[in-house]
């Protein structure tokens, strides 16, 4: 006789990615798996993690495992965050309402993006769990002002702002596909950003909105003008550096993020696992350190919490999950994730987070 329950084909974040691809425009899948240029960041952000082996410890009680942790004051039961991610209506039809329920279901703190294709005020509607904005400083000072003004309002509890992205990484695939968004969807926190962005005849539409919008020429300086706009904490996102990291603390901020943007940005920057446990160490505890780019197993996030982050976001997982399943596959991809780190976590001694040390982790021989 036939089993007649579902085999379980979406157990992975690949198997989410391959399930994403099949339902997906070719326009919209290259627009979220691409990384800059040739993509060597792209491939090192996994293979760093590969080259990684976990020293487990044997024969300790891991009978009952604490994954919790706390982030700029939110107790969230495992340290993986949503990263922020643009167009998620691109993915699914709910987007960004359906990811940040799924965040919310599980206990885990959402980051919208600017270039939501959902206003940050439906999505502070939608659903009760922590919430943070990323933010793009525009050359319009005023509505960088505003929106910073509303994600406050509305109840984002931080703010995240990206730092990498004076211009944008080039795409090669974006640019090659004309990358626009489809009738209907919009960037929703920026009104008049579909008239202000002329498509170009050809290359990105992305592209030629952060050439025009973006203000290049923003400095540690604005760092101060920004944290005197708000009460929310500050977080720094696309550090990669111990110097800047330490910059960051001397500008107000609460937090980094050791990101090179999911690889989007400059190819050859380093992976962001192996720029994590510098930075971890000159701040030495002084602010929160968050780390993204290339989480795909549970395995992973134990890599990065033995090196030094507090806990890791991820972005291209979330848009997988989302494109295959809606609201129900972001909620699978990030539960997956967590039961494969309480995995890890038994099978290599450690019943804390805390208890994740650096001397778990070596570097692979060169075979
Ligand atoms: C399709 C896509 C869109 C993104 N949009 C933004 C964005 O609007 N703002 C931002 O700060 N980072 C953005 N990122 C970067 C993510 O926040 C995050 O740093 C990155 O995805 C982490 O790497 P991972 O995809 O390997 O998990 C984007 C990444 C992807 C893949």
Not at 19 to 36: E, F, H, P, V
Request: proline content about 5%; glycine content about 8%.
């Amino acid at each position: 006789m036939q089993d007649p329950r579902p085999a379980p084909s979406l157990l992975t974040v690949d198997d989410f990615e391959r399930a994403a691809r099949a339902r997906l425009s070719k326009m919209a899948y290259d627009y979220y798996r691409s990384g800059a240029d040739e993509g060597r960041t792209l491939r090192e952000n996994r293979r760093a993690f590969r080259r990684l082996e976990i020293h487990y410890r044997v024969l300790v009680d891991v009978a009952e495992r604490d994954m919790s942790t706390t982030v700029l004051g939110t107790r969230v039961p495992f340290p993986i965050l949503v990263a922020p991610t643009a167009y998620q209506r691109l993915a699914h039809p709910d987007g960004e309402i359906a990811s940040s329920r799924a965040a919310s279901e599980l206990g885990t703190i959402f980051t919208l993006s600017t270039l939501s294709t959902t206003s940050l005020e439906a999505v502070a509607g939608a659903s009760p769990g922590p919430k943070w904005f990323q933010l793009y400083v525009h050359k319009d000072r005023g509505l960088t002002r505003a929106l910073v003004e509303r994600a406050e309002s509305s109840g984002y509890r931080a703010l995240m702002l990206t730092v990498d992205t004076p211009v944008l990484g080039r795409r090669i695939a974006d640019v090659r596909n004309g990358f626009a968004l489809p009738e209907g969807l919009v960037m929703a926190n920026l009104a008049d950003a579909a008239t202000a962005a002329p498509a170009e005849e050809r290359g990105s539409l992305l592209a030629s909105y952060v050439a025009t919008r973006h203000d290049a020429s923003l400095t540690w300086r604005d760092v101060g003008w920004l944290a005197s706009l708000t009460r929310l904490p500050l977080l720094l996102k696309g550090i990669v550096r111990p110097d800047d990291a330490l910059r960051a603390l001397e500008a107000g901020a609460a937090g980094v993020v050791v990101s090179n943007h999911g690889a989007r940005q400059l190819d050859g920057a380093p992976a962001t696992i192996e720029a994590l446990p510098a930075i971890a160490d000159a701040v030495a505890g002084r602010c929160l350190v968050l780390m993204d780019g290339g989480i795909r197993w549970g395995t992973d996030v134990l890599k990065a919490i033995a090196l030094g982050a507090r806990a890791v976001l991820i972005g291209r997982p979330v848009l997988w999950g989302l494109a295959a399943l809606g609201g129900e596959g972001v909620a699978r991809v990030l539960a997956g994730l967590r039961d494969e780190l309480s995995i890890a976590m038994a099978l290599a001694g450690c019943p804390t987070l805390a208890s994740i040390d650096r001397d778990l982790i070596r570097r692979a021989h060169a075979r």
